[in-house]
């Protein structure tokens, strides 16, 4: 690092993270993360604040950790290696993917299993018993993870493909405005989007060009908003490959949230909602 961005970031550290660490109490050394996905932007931001964020993965059934970074040697997007007495597995077969696979732990923090529940005990436990998470995700040269969605919302295009879309999600949600995402493809020559825009970003661009923002619906019907879309979505599919690529896209003003029954309640999409109510938009762009 040169002197030059260590004066910066001194400069900086004194006028705003320290300000921002000091509402963590002042001592916040490390900060762990999971449950959902941590996007690279918001690890490197809360890293420049002087704090380590160790990102980690576990299900209740692990009781939880199965694995997690390093504090000396971290992988920024990975969920670490795996903790001692831990050994992840993965199951192609799942994916018909040769990279990525469902993930399957074993080790002593792994459940004996469901209380009287046979049935769901046979479907979670592989015979040698590993537990099959649902998730998927790959492993690199050292052993570190990395998730890249669920074993159940994945999908096969037209063509043949297989498509997981979370981190496909995740990845276009990045634009300033998107305020959330869904995407579609199944039995589809590609992916299609409904895409709820963050109308105080698009309201305050829209003003700077003169469109009028008085009716959200007119507003989201307007073709420079399309093209700034579809421009947002280009900028952001950097490293998704062609055939998972959104190809055309529908846009809401509903958000996704719990009270209209959209989000979990670990507000997590739920797909089959959206199509109950989106299904025939998202449908359309087919047409």
């Known amino acids: 690092t040169s002197p030059w961005v260590e004066a910066k970031h001194a400069l900086f550290d004194r006028l705003v993270f320290s300000k921002i660490r000091e509402r963590f109490g002042g001592r916040l050394a490390f900060a762990a993360s999971g449950s959902a996905a941590l996007s690279p932007e918001v690890n490197k931001f809360v890293d420049a604040l002087g704090i380590v964020v160790l990102q980690g ?33 993965l199951d192609h077969v799942a994916t018909a993917d040769p990279n990525d696979g469902e993930i399957i732990i074993y080790g002593h923090c792994v459940m004996k299993g469901y209380h009287n529940l046979p049935e769901e005990n046979e479907a979670v436990f592989t015979e040698d018993g590993g537990l099959r998470t649902g998730d998927i995700g790959h492993l690199d040269e050292d052993g570190y993870l990395y998730i890249t969605g669920r074993v159940k919302e994945q999908y096969k295009l037209e063509n043949g493909k297989y498509v997981v879309p979370a981190p496909i999600e995740e990845h276009v949600r990045l634009s300033p405005f998107i305020a959330n995402i ?94 109950k109510r989106y299904g025939s938009d998202l449908e359309s762009l087919y047409r």
Request: aromatic share 8%; net charge negative.
């Open 57 to 89: 993965y576990g299900l209740s059934e692990t009781s939880p950790l199965a694995t997690v970074n390093p504090p000396e040697k971290r992988k920024v997007g990975s969920v670490g290696p795996a903790v001692p007495g831990v050994r992840i597995e």
């Open 182 to 275: 869904m995407i579609y493809g199944v039995n589809r020559p590609h992916n299609v989007a409904l895409i709820v825009p963050d109308f105080d970003t698009l309201e305050k661009w829209a003003e700077k060009e003169g469109i009028d923002t008085s009716d959200r619906k007119r507003l989201i019907g307007d073709e420079r908003v399309r093209d700034l879309f579809g421009l947002e979505i280009e900028a952001h599919s950097e490293g998704i490959k062609s055939y998972e690529r959104v190809r055309d896209f529908f846009l809401i003003e509903e958000d996704f949230t719990q009270e209209n029954g959209i989000l979990s309640q670990t507000l997590k999409v739920k797909r089959r909602e959206v199509m």
